[in-house]
Nanobody, 124 residues
């Protein structure tokens, strides 16, 4: 059974950090591009970052460049999103998703499997 489970969300003050994890089971992540998306209340789902399966190249939406870092550990079948210098506008439910593609895109429709999401709240 293909499953993605996100963890690591929580409440953090502005300027703080969190590391999200996306653990896969039922399949190996080696051949999949992995994306992180987020959705805030009343807003559309937004692509945050992704990492390719072919060469480990990464993409970030402009608002998180320089603050967020995506990485993958194929041995642990897990992808991480390190989030630093968090801002209130980063508050959202964060989802990871997979696509059987060599390169990654921040387009939700390209992704086949999704996790249930983890809440990130940035507030003082």
């Amino acid at each position: 059974q293909v499953q993605l489970v996100e963890s690591g969300g929580g409440l953090v003050q502005p300027g703080g950090s969190l590391r999200l994890s996306c653990a896969a089971s039922g399949f190996t992540l080696d051949y999949y591009a992995i994306g992180w998306f987020r959705q805030a209340p009343g807003k559309e789902r937004e692509g945050v970052s992704c990492i390719s399966s072919s060469d480990g190249s990464t993409n970030y939406t402009d608002s998180v460049k320089g603050r967020f870092t995506i990485s993958r550990d194929n041995a642990k079948n897990t992808v991480y999103l390190q989030m630093n210098s968090l801002k209130p506008e980063d508050t959202a439910v964060y989802y990871c998703a997979t696509a059987l593609l060599p390169f990654c895109y921040l387009v939700a429709k390209e992704y086949d499997y999704w996790g249930q999401g983890t809440q990130v709240t940035v507030s003082s």
